[in-house]
């Protein structure tokens, strides 16, 4: 099955300044990558995702990259606030699902500084 | 309602008590899946359901757990003989087709926490 690896477990970063947390996943096949964001206590909110007929997303402050020959994708966070502070995950829709199982990153705990 | 909602939110109960967990989703969504969170971890699969069909159960634990969504609407989780390894947040999630990409909308979970 699918397999998602997620770096790095924390980050710790400034207000303004960016922020880049990496995955990589072992299926091939994977067609579907989403980020979600995790406040205490509240379920995974969805920031942003990409298919894989796409290289890279940009939607404000945030942005995602995909490299579909490393299998890696990235979220970029520009212009860091205090409010990104959360948990971070990436997950990945394994190609031999057709309605869209996720297979989740560790997740990165990102703190912003003010 | 605007989201998916869940509840209880949080649910104690001794060892060996039989649980049920409820999940509204998103109205018309088709789509509907039940993940289970440990502390520090992320989600992790445990049954998909396409409308009222169960498609996959997969990621069940065990024969414990059960999982039913009759009209296509609602859907209960349930535990039965609850162990201490069932503490987790139990999450659901709704999309509004059955493809492999679309996007997924969680609720905020119930808490289990078995004595």
Avoid: M
């Avoid at chain 1, 964001?37 to 796409?54: A, C, T």
């Avoid at chain 2, 609407?73 to 679309?102: F, M, P």
Wanted: aromatic share 10%; net charge neutral.
């Amino acid at each position: 099955g699918e397999n998602v690896e997620q770096h790095p477990s924390t980050l710790s970063v400034q207000e303004g300044d960016s922020a880049v947390i990496k995955c990589t996943y072992s299926d091939s096949a994977s067609n579907y990558f989403p980020w979600y964001k995790q406040e205490l206590g509240k379920g995974p909110q969805l920031i942003i995702d990409i298919r894989s007929n796409v290289g890279e997303k940009k939607d404000q402050r945030i942005a995602v990259t995909l490299n579909k020959t490393a299998k890696h994708f990235s979220l970029h966070i520009t212009e860091t606030q205090p409010e990104d502070s959360a948990v971070y995950f990436c997950a990945a829709v394994a190609g031999g699902t057709s309605y869209g199982k996720l297979t989740f990153g560790q997740g990165t705990i990102l703190t912003v500084h003010p | 309602g605007a989201g998916v909602s869940q509840s209880p939110r949080y649910k104690v109960a001794k060892r060996g008590q039989d649980v049920a967990l409820r999940c509204d989703p998103i109205s018309g969504h088709v789509s509907l899946f039940w993940y289970q969170q440990a502390l520090g971890q992320g989600p992790e699969f445990l049954t998909y359901f396409q409308n009222e069909a169960q498609l996959d159960k997969s990621g069940l634990p065990s024969d414990r757990f059960f999982a039913e969504r009759p009209e296509g609407s609602v859907s209960t989780l349930k535990i039965q003989r609850t162990q201490q390894e069932d503490s987790a947040v139990y999450l659901c999630a709704s999309s509004s087709q059955g493809g492999g990409n679309q996007p997924q909308h969680f609720g905020d979970g119930t808490r289990l926490s078995i004595l």
